[in-house]
C-alpha cells in the first residue's frame, strides 16, 4: 500500500516534523530542478483566487517533473451544477496523485481528506488555516534570523479573518516565541487562538497601537490585509481597511535584524516606501513558497529527505 500524507492543519505537526520538512525545502533551494516526481500528476483545485499558492505550486509541480491538472475558478467546474465538494474531490482522486485545494469553507480540506483516496494539501480554508504558507514563513522567519528561538513576533492587521496568522502562531508555538497582536478592536485576534496560546504556554500581549515604539521590539513584523471577502458588512470593511499602513518613517527605530513579511498580496497596509528598506522580506518570503511547496508535494506523496537527497 502507497504511504502518503495530507497537510490540511499546521497543528498536528510536531517540531520534528516542521524542522524535517525545512530541511527538504533547504534542498529545494539548493537545486529546485529535480525530476522525482516524474509521472505523477498534482491536481490544483482553487474555488478562491490566488496568485502566489497556486503558482508556485504549479511550478513546483512541474520543476519536479510532474504534470498539473486543475481550475483556478470554480465557475467553469460542475460545482455550478451542484456537484458536492466530495464528490468533485473523489472524481479528482480518480485522475490525480495528489490534490492541492483552496476553498472558502473553514474545514473543506478535512472534508475532503475523509472522502479521498490520495493526498489532499491545504491551500487555505476560509479563515481558519493556511498550513503550505505557515511552512514558508517558518522558513522565510529561519533564514532571516538564523533561529526559530525565542524571537518577538508582531502581527498586524486582520487578525480576526487572517488564516495565515493562525496557522503561524501554532507552529511558532514550538519555539518559545512572543506574540504581540496588533489590531483594532473589531479585527482582534479570535478568542480560540487566545485560548490556544494559554494552553500551550505561548506569551502574548495585545495592542491597537502601531507606531515606531513598538515596531522598535519586533524581530518579524507580519502584515497582513484586511480581508475584505470575508466581512458580512462591507460598510464595517470600509471603516477599517486603512487603520495600519506601515511606511518608511515608521521604521526609523527598528532592530538592524527586524524583518518585514506579509503573505501577500498587500494593499494600502504596506507603503511602496517601505519596498527597498533594508527590513523589506516579503518578496523574498513569496519566492520561498516554491521550494517549501516542492518540499510539500514530495512529502504528501510519500518522498523523504533522503529520496529528495539521492
Ligand atoms: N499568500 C497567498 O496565499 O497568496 P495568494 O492568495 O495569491 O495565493
Same mark, same amino acid.
Do not use: W
Given at each position: 500500500?502507497?504511504?502518503?500524507?495530507?497537510?490540511?492543519? @499546521?497543528?498536528?505537526?510536531?517540531?520534528?516534523?516542521?524542522?524535517?520538512?525545512?530541511?527538504?525545502?533547504?534542498?529545494?533551494?539548493?537545486?529546485?530542478?529535480?525530476? @522525482?516526481?516524474?509521472?505523477?500528476?498534482v491536481?490544483?483545485?482553487?474555488?478562491?483566487?490566488?496568485?502566489?499558492?497556486?503558482?508556485?505550486?504549479?511550478t513546483?509541480?512541474?520543476?519536479?517533473?510532474a504534470?498539473?491538472?486543475?481550475?483556478?475558478?470554480?465557475?467553469?467546474?460542475?460545482?455550478?451544477?451542484?456537484?458536492?465538494?466530495?464528490?468533485?474531490?473523489?472524481?479528482?482522486?480518480?485522475?490525480?496523485?495528489?490534490?492541492v485545494?483552496? =476553498?472558502?469553507?473553514?474545514?473543506?480540506?478535512?472534508?475532503?481528506?475523509?472522502?479521498s483516496?490520495?493526498?489532499i494539501?491545504?491551500?487555505?480554508?476560509?479563515?481558519?488555516?493556511?498550513?503550505?504558507?505557515?511552512?514558508?514563513?517558518?522558513?522565510?522567519?529561519?533564514?532571516?534570523?538564523?533561529?526559530?528561538?525565542?524571537?518577538?513576533? =508582531?502581527?498586524?492587521?486582520?487578525?480576526?479573518?487572517?488564516?495565515?496568522?493562525?496557522?503561524?502562531?501554532?507552529?511558532?508555538?514550538h519555539?518559545?516565541?512572543?506574540?504581540?497582536?496588533?489590531?483594532?478592536?473589531?479585527?482582534?485576534?479570535?478568542?480560540?487562538?487566545?485560548?490556544?496560546?494559554h494552553?500551550?504556554?505561548?506569551?502574548?500581549?495585545?495592542?491597537?497601537?502601531?507606531?515606531?515604539?513598538? @515596531?522598535?521590539?519586533?524581530?518579524?513584523?507580519?502584515?497582513?490585509?484586511?480581508?475584505?471577502?470575508?466581512?458580512?458588512?462591507?460598510?464595517?470593511?470600509?471603516?477599517?481597511?486603512?487603520?495600519?499602513?506601515?511606511?518608511?518613517?515608521?521604521?526609523?527605530?527598528?532592530?538592524?535584524?527586524?524583518?518585514?513579511?506579509?503573505?501577500?498580496p498587500?494593499?494600502?497596509?504596506?507603503?511602496?516606501d517601505?519596498?527597498d528598506?533594508?527590513?523589506?522580506?516579503?518578496?523574498?518570503?513569496?519566492?520561498?513558497?516554491?521550494?517549501?511547496?516542492?518540499?510539500i508535494?514530495?512529502?504528501?506523496?510519500?518522498?523523504?529527505?533522503?529520496d529528495?537527497?539521492?
Amino acid at each position: 500500500m502507497t504511504t502518503f500524507n495530507n497537510l490540511t492543519t @499546521i497543528k498536528g505537526l510536531s517540531r520534528e516534523r516542521l524542522e524535517y520538512l525545512l530541511r527538504m525545502g533547504r534542498e529545494f533551494e539548493r537545486q529546485p530542478n529535480r525530476k @522525482i516526481l516524474d509521472g505523477r500528476i498534482v491536481a490544483t483545485l482553487f474555488f478562491e483566487p490566488s496568485t502566489r499558492t497556486r503558482l508556485s505550486f504549479e511550478t513546483a509541480a512541474l520543476r519536479l517533473g510532474a504534470r498539473v491538472i486543475g481550475f483556478s475558478d470554480p465557475a467553469v467546474t460542475s460545482s455550478t451544477k451542484g456537484e458536492t465538494l466530495e464528490d468533485t474531490i473523489r472524481m479528482v482522486g480518480n485522475y490525480a496523485d495528489v490534490i492541492v485545494m483552496r =476553498h472558502y469553507i473553514e474545514g473543506a480540506a478535512e472534508r475532503a481528506v475523509k472522502v479521498s483516496p490520495v493526498p489532499i494539501v491545504n491551500a487555505g480554508d476560509g479563515a481558519n488555516q493556511h498550513p503550505t504558507q505557515t511552512m514558508l514563513d517558518l522558513y522565510t522567519i529561519l533564514q532571516t534570523q538564523g533561529t526559530l528561538e525565542n524571537l518577538n513576533i =508582531h502581527l498586524v492587521g486582520d487578525l480576526k479573518y487572517g488564516r495565515t496568522v493562525h496557522s503561524l502562531l501554532q507552529a511558532m508555538g514550538h519555539f518559545n516565541p512572543t506574540f504581540t497582536f496588533i489590531a483594532p478592536r473589531e479585527l482582534a485576534m479570535p478568542e480560540k487562538y487566545k485560548e490556544y496560546c494559554h494552553e500551550h504556554g505561548i506569551r502574548f500581549t495585545e495592542t491597537e497601537r502601531f507606531d515606531a515604539a513598538t @515596531i522598535a521590539e519586533a524581530d518579524i513584523l507580519y502584515m497582513t490585509r484586511v480581508q475584505r471577502e470575508r466581512f458580512a458588512d462591507l460598510d464595517e470593511y470600509e471603516r477599517v481597511k486603512d487603520v495600519y499602513i506601515l511606511n518608511r518613517d515608521m521604521l526609523r527605530d527598528a532592530r538592524a535584524n527586524m524583518r518585514i513579511l506579509h503573505p501577500l498580496p498587500r494593499v494600502n497596509e504596506i507603503s511602496t516606501d517601505v519596498d527597498d528598506s533594508p527590513h523589506a522580506y516579503y518578496f523574498q518570503q513569496a519566492k520561498n513558497g516554491l521550494f517549501m511547496r516542492q518540499a510539500i508535494l514530495c512529502d504528501a506523496l510519500g518522498l523523504t529527505l533522503d529520496d529528495v537527497r539521492a
